[in-house]
């Protein structure tokens, strides 16, 4: 980067600011079309079985890799991967519970500002 293509000092919050006041003003223009906030919509049927697949698979999938190593490095051959297979199991099902739950509560009221 050369000297010509730097923003002067005092330009950089200038455009930070401007930058700010353009995303409040996208904000207030998405809450007037009545579009729904994307962290306050609850997830879709398929989002939710994908996300909840994915946990279930990965806790298996990272135990088998554990063990398999394990079974490789100290010449163990079925016993590291079946006991990490299963452990992997259980940690995949507890992530899935975890994250079925969070999904399943109805998010809470937001408290009114004090003083109003």
């Known amino acids: 980067m050369t000297q010509d293509q730097r923003p002067a000092g005092g330009e950089a919050p200038d455009r930070l600011r401007e930058l700010q006041a353009r995303i409040d003003r996208a904000k207030a223009s998405g809450a007037e079309a009545g579009r729904p906030n994307a962290s306050t919509t609850p997830p879709s049927g398929l989002s939710a079985a994908l996300r909840l697949s994915t946990e279930l698979f990965a806790g298996v999938a990272v135990g088998g890799g554990m063990g398999w190593f394990l ?4 010449g163990s051959s079925p016993f590291g991967l079946i006991v990490f297979i299963l452990i992997g199991f259980a940690a995949g099902t507890v992530n ?9 509560r109805p998010p809470k009221p937001t408290e009114p500002a004090s003083g109003a």
């Open 71 to 74: 079974d490789r490095a100290l």
């Open 96 to 104: 899935l519970i975890r994250s079925a739950g969070r999904g399943s």
